[in-house]
């Protein structure tokens, strides 16, 4: 993920989604696993070195979807498939005795193996429509895609819909000046560290990031943004574009500026797919500045030392959240405390 290496600093499109997360640089999601511990960290460095693939859940299958249908749409189907759906085809022999049916009424012979049914099934009608080829056809044209349920492309599909009906989110993934997944590779200047990050669409100077999420509601979505440090996400991204940019010393791609905003368009996962575009404010700005560098810090020290601490060795004390106590100091003094 890091390290001394000569890695070009920079925007640099084509690179696929594998080239570019199995590459060298500290990103956003390894800063949150340096937050954790710095043990976890190196695990997650080990395991990937090795080659330990993560396990794709079922929301991150979605997930990728999503980001595949609105960001790159020509690529989509070609990346995304279906299962085989027997109901599509309701008139296609399945079984031994519908194609013994289907050979007497061509007055065939019925008395041999279930290939060689079909064998002379298809010599005596070759528009005839078998299962077991549509079958094979299905699995040949899916090979190497990621099969969604029905019911996760009904979501894939009422995301996208939902997203293109929202005025801002529409403008801008269809903006022709849209560049999308484009990675970027930055120096840290005060630790030395490779950096790197890939903004899901670069329109101008917006850069926009997809985010399906429960609840797109601002109140709920604030939590999101607590808890997924998306606070960390807005400033690393923007601050290490601008940097790439200046330590790169090259030209953007015609249509690109360099970046002054960055959005979060949040896009409910269920019906009816509800939409809000977000813009962090600079006070979660600030702070997320300033842990981006108390990460890259530690990060640093812990490559220079080559130790990964973990949790504290030592008994400490632990209770309810501060908000909580906070909120039962409110209640007590106010003489309204509700057990």
């Known amino acids: 993920m890091t390290g001394k290496d000569n890695h070009p600093l920079g925007i640099f499109a084509g690179k696929s989604n594998a080239e570019y997360h199995g590459g060298p640089g500290t990103s956003k999601s390894g800063l949150d696993i340096v937050r954790r511990s710095l043990a976890h960290f190196k695990h997650a460095r080990d395991e990937r070195e090795a080659g330990v693939e993560r396990e794709e859940t079922a929301a ?97 599909i009422g995301m996208r819909d939902a997203a293109m009906s929202h005025p801002k989110m529409h403008k801008l993934l269809t903006d022709p000046r849209g560049k999308a997944e484009l990675s970027a590779y930055w120096r840290d200047e005060e630790t030395g560290l490779l950096c790197r990050c890939r903004p899901d669409l670069w329109v101008g100077d917006v850069v926009i990031d997809i985010k399906t999420t429960d609840d797109a509601r601002e109140q709920s979505f604030e939590r999101s943004i607590e808890k997924f440090r998306y606070y960390v996400q807005a400033p690393f991204y923007l601050d290490g574009l601008r940097k790439a940019i200046e330590q790169s010393g090259e030209p953007l791609p015609e249509g690109l500026k360099v970046p002054k905003y960055f959005m979060f368009g949040a896009i409910e996962k269920k019906a009816p797919y509800l939409t809000a575009v977000y813009v962090l ?46 909120q039962e100091e409110f209640n007590t003094d106010e003489g309204v405390y509700v057990a």
């Open 60 to 156: 991150m299958r979605v997930g990728s979807a999503e980001h595949g249908i609105l960001l790159e749409p020509g690529q989509f189907e070609q990346e995304f498939a279906l299962p085989f759906d027997a109901s599509e085809w309701p008139d296609a022999l399945a079984t031994t005795d519908d194609l013994k049916a289907r050979l007497k009424e061509y007055e065939l012979a019925v008395s041999c193996t279930k290939p060689k049914l079909i064998e002379r099934l298809r010599e005596a009608d070759p528009s005839v429509q078998i299962l077991d080829d549509l079958k094979a056809m299905h699995a040949e044209d899916a090979a190497g895609k990621t099969i969604l349920t029905p019911a996760q492309w009904r979501d894939v």
């Open 281 to 326: 404010d600079p006070v979660s700005m600030e702070i997320g500045r300033r842990e981006i560098g108390e990460d890259l810090s530690a990060l640093a020290d812990a490559i220079g030392r080559d130790d990964w601490p973990g949790y504290p060795r030592d008994i400490r004390p632990i209770g309810l959240p501060a908000w909580r106590t906070r």
